[in-house]
């Protein structure tokens, strides 16, 4: 049996998978936690990414690995090879004004244009204006920009302070797509964009080493021996958590996947770039040579939280109690803007539940109110990506929460194409797992999703019209 490893380093934890390379069936895992904060050292995930492996059993009899990570966090370093200060994550927002200062500077559409993308604080570039306004000295020390897989691939790889090879550095174009100044369409780094992030001349950045993009299927050897994994151990392209995941699910062109966890996303893959200039959808690529765009909502799984809560329920009562109510809750709307909302860019909204009446307000419609509220503020990201041509075949609905018999019904009613629940797994680990099979064999290979819930298409339109209204 020929093992491959995938590797999913998240913002809170690192986790492993060891899988058959011709079956996709997993052999081992492990896991590691992260530290909590928005601003972390890096080499608390290389820890984690250590303790993870062993915890799995080790990568001995690995033929090849991949990491995939959370996108968008900012690794600075130093000509040593040294990490200048904590990398900002992507949910780090003290460069929302940098991020505004951007869009001024450039225009929404010329980003949109550029790279598919409009810059918001999750963005690296962001980060970067944010370091030279604020840190001057540390941006002045940048001989390096890498994202959180890329620095944890050139460490497994054997590179670091005690052998600081910048050159070594590599990604792939789906977490690349993820900093605001690369253009997916051409796979190639926009220094210009790089050059204004840093407040610096063209001239100034040519110097800076950024990651090789490497294309899907492509790897580079492990070049020091360690008690981690043997010389010579392929090390493939790796991706953004996003990509990742599509890649685990096996997602081609016409899926759509809606994940709902803390925050929800929505992304489809399609064989064409996008650029929104709003700045709605994120026109990523995506990890397997196509696009992946991508729209975030602040407000998912949480909102089930608040009113499970309400109602003094868990989830699973909380689910059997709104398939007691009709499809729209008989007028009863949750507009749920708990904490703002990123899709629409409403920051300062908050929730609103309409439609009271003596009839309608009781327990199970005001459940049922819940799930369509959610619903249907993702099924408003999935309408900004339709909007731009994208086709929608299927949609995968994917994260704890899909796993309701109440979410995944209600959710044939709110979207009019077919929906599929996956059986629940690390997918972003999966698809890092698909990436290290491909570097090894050549072919990206089709392992099977097992699927749990699959309802029948059911669409009430009441559901939506009312929301809307």
Request: net charge negative; with cysteine; charged share 20%.
């Amino acid at each position: 049996m020929t093992l491959v490893a995938g590797v999913d380093s998240s913002t809170q934890s690192c986790k492993v998978v060891i899988r058959d390379a011709h079956t996709g069936a997993t052999v081992r895992t492990g896991r590691a936690t992260h530290p909590t904060g928005t601003a972390v050292d890096p080499e608390a995930w290389w820890s984690a990414l250590q303790t993870a492996i062993t915890d799995a059993g080790g990568f001995d009899d690995v033929a090849a690995v991949s990491i995939a990570g959370q996108q968008h966090g900012m690794v600075v370093l130093d000509s040593a090879g040294t990490v200048i200060r904590d990398a900002l994550l992507w949910n780090d927002t003290r460069s929302a004004a940098a991020a505004q200062q951007l869009i001024e500077e450039v225009g929404a559409g010329e980003f949109a244009r550029r790279t598919g993308s409009v810059p918001v604080a999750s963005f690296t570039l962001t980060k970067l204006r944010w370091l030279a306004d604020t840190e001057p000295d540390n941006a002045a020390r940048i001989a390096a920009v890498a994202l959180p897989h890329d620095w944890l691939s050139w460490r497994l790889r054997g590179f670091g302070p005690e052998n600081p090879a910048l050159d070594e550095l590599f990604t792939d174009r789906s977490d690349a797509s993820g900093t605001v100044y690369f253009n997916p369409a051409t796979n190639e780094y926009d220094r210009e964009l790089l050059a204004i992030g840093l407040r610096r001349t063209a001239e100034d950045v040519a110097g800076i080493v950024l990651p090789v993009i490497l294309a899907p299927g492509e790897s580079r050897p492990v070049v020091a021996d360690t008690p981690l994994i043997p010389v010579g151990t392929p090390v493939a392209a790796g991706a953004g958590d996003n990509a990742g995941g599509a890649l685990g699910l096996g997602a081609a062109q016409g899926d759509v996947v809606i994940s709902i966890g803390t925050s929800g996303t929505v992304f489809a893959v399609t064989d064409a770039p996008i650029a929104d200039e709003s700045g709605t959808v994120a026109g990523f690529a995506d990890a397997s040579g196509l696009y992946l765009p991508l729209v975030a909502t602040l407000n998912a799984a949480r909102i089930l939280d608040s009113i499970a809560g309400l109602l003094g329920v868990d989830h699973e009562e909380l689910g059997r109690l709104a398939l007691q109510a009709e499809p729209g809750s008989g007028g009863l709307v949750l507009h749920p803007y708990f904490e703002g909302e990123r899709t629409p860019n409403l920051p300062d909204a908050t929730a609103t539940l309409t439609g009271m009446t003596l009839a309608s307000t009781t327990r199970p419609r005001l459940a049922r109110a819940a799930i369509e509220g959610m619903l249907c503020a993702l099924a408003d990201g999935l309408d900004a990506v339709t909007r731009l041509g994208v086709r929608a075949d299927r949609l995968l609905l994917i994260g704890g929460a899909a796993q309701n018999e109440a979410v995944s019904a209600i959710a044939a009613q709110v979207f009019d194409i077919p929906v599929v629940v996956p059986e629940p797994g690390e997918f972003v680990a999966a698809g890092a797992a698909v990436q290290a099979a491909w570097a090894l064999t050549g072919a990206r290979p089709e392992w099977p999703v097992g699927v749990v819930a699959q309802p029948p298409v059911d669409y009430r339109p009441v559901i939506r019209a009312q929301y809307a209204a």
